[in-house]
């Protein structure tokens, strides 16, 4: 049997429509309370699909500092912290950081993705950002006198409840006091001090910010007592970053912390397709990490960055050669010797510590990464306890809470994962890890791009069997591959717009020219104008064929339409010739011919999907200013139409009403709404803000052209704009408007 699209758009199989997943759910049992699930369910409607998470980040002012003072700057190298001063501040693109928090999983610490699973390691940590990832745990006590600590590390103490609430100092007080910089005569003492004081800098504004993005935790200020000695603060920027990722991966929560640059960069490097090009005009310096060389101008005409909905598709319909599993091999050795001095630790399967965050780090789960052919990995639980902890839980001695976590990490050397085979480029379909992955994993997020996927995939197993009696079969699979391939074309360009279905009573005009025919008849007078206005709209519109059977039945609304059917009417729409030329058994060519804009779209390169040379369904249309005949001032008959007049000088969609029988309005797409109203006997009004009446009105048609007339119970009353007294112009006592400006001190 073979599967069928439903009215709603999912591909359906014989006996089930698509499933949200995953087929066996006993690894990912947090889904329920995923915020992918609520992007399911919600069905690709906003404000759900559209929303982006907020990162609390605080690089933008550390980086308007001017570099510390030399001696500041070596400490701070000594302790492991020059890669951050190497950082160039990179905006953060929220849509990238949401679309991959919908991926991840906090049960296996990974993102779930069609090629596999990923996740960012020991590694990319080390190389990216050049922090050391070997040495002491990040851990000790909350419960110490702040005050003392300060005064003793810092020489200056935060005053409590305006610089420093709790063990938490302000990051605005650091960068006060703390910029690195020297006075003459300083002693090796103040040198130190400044150094620590830039250090928390670091800590709390770009490698572990917390959830409020303004204060930074004093704990970490007991462990820098002595520069020397190295703890593995790269491990504990890994933990605070999956800590977050955890948190922000369930339903409603749009706040996080962490160190969202490293995801970005790590992103950046591993998936190319929506990377953004450098243009090379700044080379990185040798001794900088690798996150160093994104300091450069880019160059993205053919990508939608900062488009969630772009993001969450490429996901869904990511391509084997669209990822790159080890993007360091051929740079790896011409970084600096501290982006790769903790190679031996990079695959330990261990905790990961950062006083109250406790992760687990799962190298087996991710063996591509580090070049080695992946396996069943064996079962997990990274959401058991003592996960989820935070700064909330209490002032503790971290250190002896998580006392057996800090044994496995001080073992870390006996816990390398063994690895196998080296890695094949691409696995055959019943190896046996990948059938265990199809079964666990959660392959899609939208609705859309499962469907899209999973279509094209049956298509082509279609288009491949070798078997000659189901010829027409064979051919309907090539054409049903070409006709996905399109749609991921369009997905992949823009993100995925719904119809938008008419349901009101259309009339289109077929030329720009014939509005003015309509425009130019405001100044005739009642009858008259009306008898002109019903002898240009029979000589130069259509009724369109949707909406036909409704104005002769006067029924003044259109029933629902299917989606297919309303398709089917649009001779324009891109899907119509493909869809229409997929039945198997006939040879005669389809009936529907392809228009001009659709082929020649159909047919550029992928690559130029979205620059400023391509367009979707509206063909671009050069702006024109239309004016009405009349002079300053007039008085035009009792029956006349109605205008809403766009107004630029305020913001949003303001609109002045010229009374009479209609209004004529833009309303997007270049579509024109007359809308009948009872005829007041009155006489309009022409001027706004001091200009004449054919000054003042100007349509600007964006779209194919449509001009929309409605009954009166769609009008929608329309406040009236308050003009400044200078603005508003003389008018007789007996124009018959109370709310005139005429009557209200004008000149």
Known sequence: MISFVCSKGYIMEPEAVIQEGPIDGSLLGYQQQHRSHAIWNNNGEPPIDCKTVVVRRNEANLKRLHPP??????????????????????????????????????????????????????????????????????????????????EELLGVIPEAKVSRTGGKVKLSWLRANFKGHLEAGYSEEQVRQQARGYILLLIGGMLIPDGSGGSVHLCYLSLLRDLTIRHSWGSACLAGLYHFLCHGSKTNNNDVGGCFILLQLWAWERFPYFAPGRLGKRARPLDAPLGARWNDAFHTPDMATHVLGAYRHFFDLQRPDEVVWRPYDEIIENLPLNCRAGRAIWMAKVPLLCFPYVENHMPDRVMRQFGYRQTIPDDCNCRAKPHG??????TKDYAVVHANSVALWNDRLNYIVLHGDVDIDVYPADDPYVVWYRKITLRYISRLGAAADIAMGFFER???????DIEALRKMGEQGVECMRYLEKWLRKKPPIQP???????????????????????????????????????????????????????????????FESHLQALESFPFSPLLDSMNPTSNEPSSQSQSTFDGSWFESPVANVGGAETSFLDPPLVKKRKRLDGDRGIHVGDQVPQFRVDTPTFEGHCSEDVQGKGMVAGEGSGVLTQLDTQAVPSQAHAGLDGQPLEEAMEVEPQGDGVVTQVGSEALQPTPPIALRKGQRDTHPPDCGRPSCGGHIGGK
């Open 69 to 150: 003072a030399p001696p500041v700057a070596e400490l701070v190298r000594q302790a492991g912290f020059g890669g951050l001063m190497d950082i160039p501040f990179i905006s953060l693109d929220l849509a990238l950081i949401t679309a991959l928090l919908e991926r991840w999983r906090p049960e296996t610490h990974s993102f779930h993705l069609g090629s596999g699973e990923w996740t960012v390691t020991l590694q990319d940590v080390e190389v990216i950002l050049g922090i050391p990832v070997d040495g002491l745990p990040v851990v000790g006590s909350t419960e110490q006198d702040w005050d003392k600590l300060c």
């Open 389 to 394: 902890m935070n700064f909330k839980s209490g």
């Open 462 to 468: 279609l288009r491949t069997m070798d078997v000659s």
């Open 500 to 562: 938008n279905l008419v349901h009101i009573e259309e009339v289109h005009v077929e030329e720009d020219e014939n509005l003015e025919n309509e425009w130019a008849q405001v100044g005739e007078q009642g009858g008259q104008q009306e008898e002109q206005q019903q002898q240009q709209q029979q000589e130069d519109v259509h009724v369109d064929p949707l909406q036909e059977d409704d104005i002769a039945g006067g029924s003044g609304s259109i029933p629902p339409a299917s």
